[in-house]
């Protein structure tokens, strides 16, 4: 027959087709899966949220200043508010203190120098265009110098002044005169300098003065305000320094001193502007001086008269009531949130295998994260309103009894229930989420250092009494806390009063914590499916109904549960896998064969072999039922799910070779096949660690009984081949156990096999050792096979 080409390309387009549905309905699916997730996420960081931001709405009356109030108002939470007059006053006392800035200006002093140099050069050229020699010694004759002087009076205007300009031109403009002229100007003004009035020098005396040197902008203080001259000084001792003008004397010396007087000018200024910025930038970095506003307190009373001060609070909690600033509080706090939130999520991602258990464990976090705030709440609310009904003004703050909150409550939960790595993530949210549901980084501190506490002593529990020693624990940790906080912040000395309200609060919070805690356990583990060590410890008991009637009906099955049991816990201590759970699933695994017990060799203490009578694969149905028989009482004794799926796995998928090999045999002269299927376990193999310990060790105790002198060799070749056995069956494909678990696990089955198979001297007069032939022949031949099935 031959294949039509048309028809093959046709059936693979279908297949293309349905191959990419497929793949497009999984995006599909998972772009949904997100986006599903994605609003789970932020709908609990909105319910968190909300718990944190404070919404409590009051209409706050705009009264004025000399307004009657008409109703008391108070304060609906805790607030600062800035104290306007003692902030103002503060800032007043600082710019008391700041420098005032005075410029000094030394380009008056070059200007002044190069006027009156300018003017004697002046003068000498006209002396020289007029064939004088200024230079020489000779006086001018009275003709030249009447014939000079209205050209010189014309150029030189300020020498116009009496006879000033006569005097200098009868000495010719000497450059001697000019220099002595110049000399007792620069002495007069010379730095500090000179200012126009001592007035402004008086007003700011006591704040200190700085000179500002305009040419360089380079400050320097002045610690001597009383080195400034003003005018009048610098003139006084441009008179003290006369006996340096040597080229007049007499009545020429008064009028070149009076002359010199108008060149003396101010050189130094207050500025008052950069002398403003200074005071500015100084009072900028004044601390506003806050007050803090309780709960609760009277900002105004009905009947009074409102004044300034209440004007101000009223108005500061009008600016806290406004909606654009609540918008912004609730969306700091909200991205806060959903940053704790996402960063828990993301642990699950990564640390998490199961995608099932991501899910499942986070919303239970979550839910574990929003009691505790709601109980948290409460609790603060509940103290609030007793607090104001104390009679000791000391304990009047509700603050002080806010450490009653029982915060290490998620943290228990969550160690109990999740892990120690999330509880730790979750301890440091939650306390971060404490700090702003109360403002206090004090209250931040103590929920951290509790919840650690709570951690480093429940993480490894083996009692339920664990969780009450837990609670007592994190409450004397919570009294050294409040000690160390109350040492710390105190301002005023150590309290005593408070001190102790606070410290019994921590402690009582540690008890209320573990009384929550063991009364919210039972709950959670059975909403979430989760499987506590308190609920293993309590499975793990030899008194529980199903144990003790193993152990009456079927006790060889008991006693090789008990012996496993310690086999397997020994091989999960080895290699860090979860010791009690794989110790309790080893006292239920053969729990099925209850309903059969005879049918299996351990319980055939004084009976023949049934399965001698039986066909092979009868046999092996029998057998392999114990797997579902025992899955079946173990959902009517409602076994929890972590215990339950070890009893399919802990045979896996393996062949009952005894029982194969003897059907092949009794097949093989009849022409007739034999369905190795048939003699498989159903599975599925094991899916953990903890299973695959458990299936070496159900083999290993079997095996090790057919050992008739063992000694160590021989107890670790069988152990050995028996792991190789499963390694070439695959049994290990669907678990993440390794060759070096493998290894350490052999090593620790070895020692507990060498253990038991210890030797003991031989009692006098007595041969244990005698037994009958054919009792012997029987346990050879029967044991050998049928246990390792």
Known sequence: MVDNPSRKSSQRSRLAKLFLGHRRDRKGWVARLMLLETTVGLGLA?????????????????????????RTIEAPRDFTIEDRDATLQRQEEVRSTVPVIFDLDLQVNRQTTAELRGAFTEARRLLTEEGLNPSGSNRLSRAARERLLPALQEFLPRFAQGDVLEICLRHSFSPSLENQMLVLIQEAMKPPGVVLSRVALLRHQNRGLVLRNSFTQKDEPLNDWMALRDLS???????????QLTVVSGEEKKQILTFLESWIVPNVSYNEKASMELEQLVMQEVDPILIRIKKGRTLVRAGDEVEARERVLLEQLMTLQQPRRLLGEFIGVFLIVSFFLFTIWQYFLVYQSEQKKKRNRFLLVALILFGTLVVTKATFFLVELLAGSLRIEELQDPFNFYFLAPLALGTILTVLLVGAQVAILYSLSFAVFVGLLTGQTVMFVYSLTGSLAAIYLLDQYRERAAI??????????????????????????????????????????????????????????????????IKLLELSSLNAPILRRLAVEAPGTYHHSIIVGTLA????????ANSLLVRVGAYYHDIGKLKTPEYYIENQIYISNKHENLSPSMSSL???????????????????????????????????????????????????????NDFHYPGPRPQRKEAAILMLADQVEAAARTLQDPNPSQIRGLIRRLIQVNIQE??????????????????AFERVITGMHHHRIEYPGFNFNKRVEEKQSFEKTQTGSQRIQ
């Not at 959902?635 to 399919?648: N, Q």
């Open 730 to 747: 695959r049994q290990f494909d669907e678990c993440d156990i390794t060759m070096k678990d493998l290894d350490k696990i052999l090593r």
């Open 569 to 576: 816990e020994a091989g999960a201590e080895a290699i860090g």
């Open 468 to 533: 009450i020693k837990g609670g007592v624990f994190v409450g004397a940790v919570n009294i050294v806390v409040v000690l160390a906080l109350q040492l710390y912040s105190s301002d005023t000395g150590f309290q005593a009063v408070p001190f102790a309200a606070r410290a019994l609060c921590g402690f009582l919070s540690g008890l209320f914590a573990a009384m929550l805690s063991s009364l919210c356990l039972p709950i959670l583990e059975s909403v979430f499916g989760i499987t506590t060590d």
């Open 233 to 243: 000084q610098a003139r006084d001792l441009l008179r003290q320094n006369q006996y």
């Open 46 to 70: 909105l319910v968190v949220t909300s718990l944190l931001v404070r919404f409590e709405f009051q209409s706050i009356p705009d009264y004025q200043i000399g307004d009657i109030a008409d």
């Open 622 to 676: 029998i057998l392999a039922s114990h797997v579902k028989d025992g899955l079946a009482l173990a959902d009517e004794i409602k076994l929890v799910p972590e215990v339950r799926d070890l009893i399919p796995q802990h045979h896996g998928t393996r062949l009952m070779k005894y029982f194969y090999e003897k059907a092949r045999d009794a097949a093989a002269g009849k022409d007739r096949q034999v369905n190795e």
